[in-house]
């Protein structure tokens, strides 16, 4: 299967500081790709869309300022969480559609964000 | 809004029985089904894609069928071993092409 890549897997950071993840799709091109999160023994909460030359849509609720969102190319988008703190730690895991297999998801192993 | 659903929330088990894991959602204009493992901490890994044209897939010892009319999924694990803990979480992908998630059934089983 395609393989889609995070990093960093874990960061631990101040509060005020920004953090930067970086999702990687490795062997194939993703116009799209998703960001969500994900808090202890619950489900994936769906955050954005990230658009390849184009702005990311968020879901309502979703701090559009808090959480940047930038698809460089067809194989990297990044979020970066801004003036972090506290409440904002939690399991990051971004997704890709890998068109030519009937868009199945193909999911990046996850960052681990711990704001002291 | 689709709306997905999976029963049961958790389940444990002895080595070796098959098992039923249920996942249904309410809007039947669906693209595709994609059942998906997450063990504690890790991202999901890709389990079995069923397009809305097929009625089942295989692969191993798991079988996933998929009935669109009625809005269910089950995914079926035969023979169940200790190393298939983990959550099994369901996702329909529909006309906007944005996955939605059920809450995941979280299995155990013990030798």
């Known amino acids: 299967g395609a393989v889609v890549s995070q990093h960093p897997s874990r960061v631990i950071c101040k509060s005020g500081t920004s953090v930067k993840i970086e999702c990687r799709s490795l062997d194939f091109q993703a116009t799209t790709m998703f960001w969500y999160r994900q808090f202890p023994k619950q489900s994936l909460m769906l955050m954005a869309t990230s658009n390849e030359g184009s702005k990311a849509t968020y879901e309502q609720g979703v701090e559009k300022d808090k959480f940047l969102i930038n698809h460089a190319s067809l194989t990297l988008s990044t979020l970066t969480v801004t003036s972090a703190h506290p409440e904002d730690s939690s399991f990051y895991i971004c997704?890709?559609?890998?068109?030519?297999?009937?868009?199945?998801?193909?999911f990046g192993p996850g960052t681990r964000l711990t704001v002291l | 809004k689709q709306e997905v659903t999976q029963i049961p929330a958790a389940l444990s088990v002895p080595e070796g029985e098959n098992l039923v894991l249920n996942c249904s959602f309410t809007?039947?204009?669906?693209?595709?089904l994609q059942w998906f493992r997450q063990d504690p901490g890790k991202g999901l890994t890709s389990l079995l894609l069923?397009?809305?044209?097929?009625r089942e897939q295989t692969s191993g010892r798991l079988n996933a069928s998929l009935d669109k009319s009625s809005g269910r999924s089950t995914l079926y694990i035969a023979a169940s071993q200790p190393g298939d803990s983990a959550t099994y979480l369901c996702?329909?992908?529909?006309?906007?092409?944005?996955?939605?998630f059920g809450r995941g059934t979280s299995l155990i089983v013990h030798p």
């Open positions: 069923i397009q809305s044209s097929q």
């Open positions: 996702a329909v992908l529909g006309g906007s092409y944005i996955p939605t």
């Open positions: 809007d039947s204009a669906i693209y595709n």
């Open positions: 997704s890709a559609p890998f068109r030519s297999s009937y868009n199945e998801q193909f």
